[in-house]
């Protein structure tokens, strides 16, 4: 049924699992579309309260598989990788029930930015996260419009715009990760631990909690960053990005 996700159902937690490995869990279509089924799966279960997206070996994802838009045939079909990521990003926003994204591992430019669209973010204290979408030819949709009012607006600009990492523990000091665990099994245990929390209050006040927290979230600005994204895709700077990370090389821009 799934080549690339793992569906795991544990004392009302539906768990989406990346098992991508091999790619360190890297966004290509046919793994975005399994990631997109299995959210639609366990949101449609009676038996799941709280869905969970973690991953599998020690990244929990290295962002857009950048070797799919280095083998496109055209612009368009470079910008349709993104356009996915984009609309993955949506759905999970759109997530009724409570979500929480547990970090296994580091998190590289879309998959740092999967984290603006869960609840709540658990994560191992190793992990790290690289918004690394600038260095090879795109933008990061989400991280200017809700970093600043977590991160600051002096903060976000240096993630965005450099390939310096936000560790976990720095990431939890100033409240965009709300627990850390000392190693997988441990984060599981904490994300257990949290749903059944969850799942001891009114059905009715967590679904308006929801309502609101995605409310701050969905503003004009964000929809402009995700058409940004696909814009960008399809220029000559991400083919040539994407060309160098398949030659194992720097990419080369004139500024």
């Given at each position: 049924?799934?080549?690339f996700v793992g569906v795991?159902?544990?004392d009302g937690v539906g768990w989406v699992v990346l098992r991508r490995v091999e790619r360190l869990n890297a966004l290509n279509s046919e793994f975005l579309e399994e990631?997109?089924?299995?959210?639609?799966?366990?949101?449609?279960?009676?038996?799941?309260r709280v869905i969970a997206v973690t991953g599998e070996g020690r990244v929990f994802s290295a962002g857009a598989d950048l070797s799919e838009v280095a083998s496109a045939g055209s612009p368009e079909e470079a910008g349709r990788?993104?356009?996915s990521i984009a609309r993955l990003a949506r759905r999970m926003l759109y997530v009724d029930k409570p979500l929480i994204l547990a970090l296994n591992?580091?998190?590289y430019g879309g998959g740092a930015e999967l984290i603006w669209a869960a609840d709540i973010v658990v994560s191992v204290e190793s992990a790290k996260l690289v918004w690394a979408e600038a260095r090879w030819g795109?933008?990061?949709p989400i991280l200017p419009v809700v970093g600043p009012s977590v991160l600051g607006p002096s903060r976000t600009a240096m993630l965005a715009m450099t390939l310096e990492p936000l560790t976990a523990k720095e990431a939890h000091h100033i409240g965009l990760i709300a627990r850390l665990a000392p190693d997988q099994k441990a984060l599981r245990e904490e994300v257990q631990r949290i749903a059944k929390s969850i799942m001891e209050n009114s059905p009715q006040a967590i679904k308006s909690i929801k309502r609101l927290l995605r409310l701050a979230k969905l503003t004009p600005l964000l929809e402009l960053g995700f058409s940004e994204l696909e814009r960008l895709a399809r220029g000559s700077e991400a083919r040539e990005a994407a060309r160098a990370f398949v030659?194992?090389?720097r990419p080369e821009y004139k500024w």
């Open positions: 049924m799934y080549r795991e159902v544990s990631v997109l089924r299995a959210l639609d799966e366990l949101e449609g279960r009676g038996d799941v990788l993104f356009a591992g580091d998190a795109y933008n990061t030659e194992k090389r």
